[in-house]
Structure formats: C-alpha cells, structure tokens
C-alpha cells in the first residue's frame, strides 16, 4: 500500500511540473555568399501577428549594436511564417514582418541603404512540418548581418 501511495505522490507531483516550451532551432548559416563571420539575430512572432514583442526588440537592439560597432556592410531582414495560412496570405505576412524588423531596425541607426528586406512565406522552413501547421519556431525575422 505504501508503494501504491507513494507512486501516486510521484505522479501526482511530475503532473504538475511546468512544461517547458522547446528551445528555439539554431541560427540558420549565413545566406551564401554571406562571409562565415556573419552575425545571425532571430525575432519570433505570435502566431498571425507582425509586431515585435520586448524579446524581440531586445535581439533588435542587440542587431543596432552590432552594425554601430563597425565592421557590417550589409544588413539582410528577411521574414518567414509557418504553413497555417495560404501560401499567398503568408508570402504578404512575411513580408509585413521583415519590413517591420527593418523599421524599427531604421529606427535605432541602421541606415536603410544597409539593407536589404525581403519575405519568404512559408519557404525555408526552421522546423519542416506538413501544410496547416502552427509552428512557433517558423514564425520569425532573421536579420543577417556581414
């Protein structure tokens, strides 16, 4: 009965543990003929939106920093979704997202000749899944910077 008891308290305990959302993939490599050093900054999205939450605006913010610091000639923003929506519907939200990025981008001292914006829809997914699926991880803005 003690065994029985106590594995109930087991279970009863890891039911409430939090579930951890998974980790973001890694940065994808430099767009070719990027140099090897390029720096990869990552911006996530609610799922149908384009705005930049304060993680996001902190990764841009790290983005400024890096052009500022010298060195970067070009800058590539380019947006991405997932495959819940049309193709069509989700080439215009990528696009919205990535011109977004390069506003506020702009906005911290990037200067719009540094940069090129482009949006990819539903192409180059992060995480391959089948079309109709809401994946957090294919929601973002890369911002290239080499």
Not at 11 to 31: G, S
Not at 37 to 52: E, I, Q
Request: proline content about 12%; hydrophobic content about 45%; glycine content about 8%.
């Amino acid at each position: 009965m003690k065994r029985v008891l106590a594995l109930c308290s087991l279970l009863i305990i890891a039911a409430c543990a939090p579930v951890l959302a998974p980790a973001p993939p890694p940065p994808p490599p430099p767009p070719a003929g990027m140099p090897a050093n390029a720096k990869v900054f990552t911006v996530y999205f609610a799922w149908n939106r384009s705005w930049v939450g304060p993680q996001g605006m902190a990764i841009l913010k790290q983005a400024a920093d890096t052009f500022a610091a010298g060195g970067v000639v070009t800058v590539q923003v380019t947006g991405y979704t997932d495959t819940s929506g049309s193709r069509r519907y989700n080439q215009r939200l990528s696009i919205r997202r990535a011109q977004h990025v390069a506003h506020i981008l702009a906005r911290m001292g990037v200067p719009w000749r540094a940069m090129s914006v482009a949006g990819r829809g539903e192409n180059d997914l992060a995480v391959p899944t089948p079309p109709g699926v809401r994946e957090p991880r294919n929601r973002r803005v890369t911002v290239v910077e080499g």
